[in-house]
């Protein structure tokens, strides 16, 4: 317990040190208390979820630890996954130019509602995790998988990109930026694209998803998509 304790204290201040390079940087300033807010919040969370995954699942933490081009098979998947990570970078360094130009005017409730938004999709991934032991952060299907169809997948077909889907979207309000909205909008299409992609491997080499598909109609958003 005490190695898992020193580890997440390590990762957190990585984390932190590596976010607050990216914002406080292009903002030009240390004086920018949404992003202050918004590092604790993000790094406490993901902190929580790597000694969740430590405890309780530690082949899915290794599973999500292996990201970024590399790790995926498809070449398709390469191309979304570095364009994704190039647009989250992109997105944090933009919300810190917002912030040095004084772009955007966001009251102080809606980044604390960002703030809530970060924790609720990262909450959701949580719940996904629990019910889904081969969440891996690439895109495979391993030999003894199963369709999982119980919990918030019982609702969406993709709800760990649900999670992020919310998180993103907190992102730049609770760094203060109304126009780092358009740039998750941009990033939109590239998570559908993702969806298609992983949808025809699941189709091809996971035995049931057809099925499952039929019984749980939407990918992302119920009622939507």
């Known amino acids: 317990m005490t190695k898992l304790i020193i580890q997440a204290l390590g990762t957190f201040f ?5 976010l607050g390079v990216l914002l406080f940087l292009p903002a030009g300033t240390l004086n920018y208390w949404q992003a202050w807010a918004f590092i604790v919040v993000f790094m ?19 599973r999500r630890k292996r ?18 990570l190039l647009s989250n970078l992109g997105l944090l360094i933009f919300c810190g130019l917002d912030r040095r130009f004084g772009w955007s005017h966001v009251p102080t409730y ?10 609720l999709g990262l909450f959701i991934d949580i719940l996904v995790f629990r019910e889904n032991s081969y969440g891996a952060s690439n895109i495979q299907v391993e030999e003894t998988q199963k369709v999982i169809s119980t919990g918030p997948y019982a609702i969406v077909r993709h709800p760990m990109y649900t999670g992020v889907l ?10 203060g930026s109304w126009w780092g909205l358009v740039i998750v909008a941009l990033v939109f ?12 491997l699941l189709e091809k080499d996971l035995t049931g998803y057809k099925e499952y598909e039929q019984k749980v ?6 009622y939507l998509w």
């Not at 809606?110 to 924790?119: A, C, P, Q």
């Not at 299409?189 to 025809?200: N, Q, V």
């Open 166 to 175: 919310i998180m993103v979207l907190g992102v730049p309000l609770a760094l």
């Open 44 to 62: 406490i969370s993901v902190t929580a979820i790597g000694l969740y995954l430590s405890l309780k699942d530690p082949a899915l933490l290794e």
């Open 110 to 119: 809606i980044s604390l509602l960002g703030d809530i938004l970060v924790v």
């Open 189 to 200: 299409p590239g998570l559908m694209w993702r969806i298609f992609d992983e949808e025809k």
């Open 67 to 84: 990201i970024g081009p590399a790790a995926e098979q498809s070449p398709v998947q390469k191309i979304i996954i570095s364009i994704g």
């Open 217 to 222: 109609r939407y990918r992302l958003v119920p």
């Open 14 to 18: 990585m984390g932190a040190v590596i």
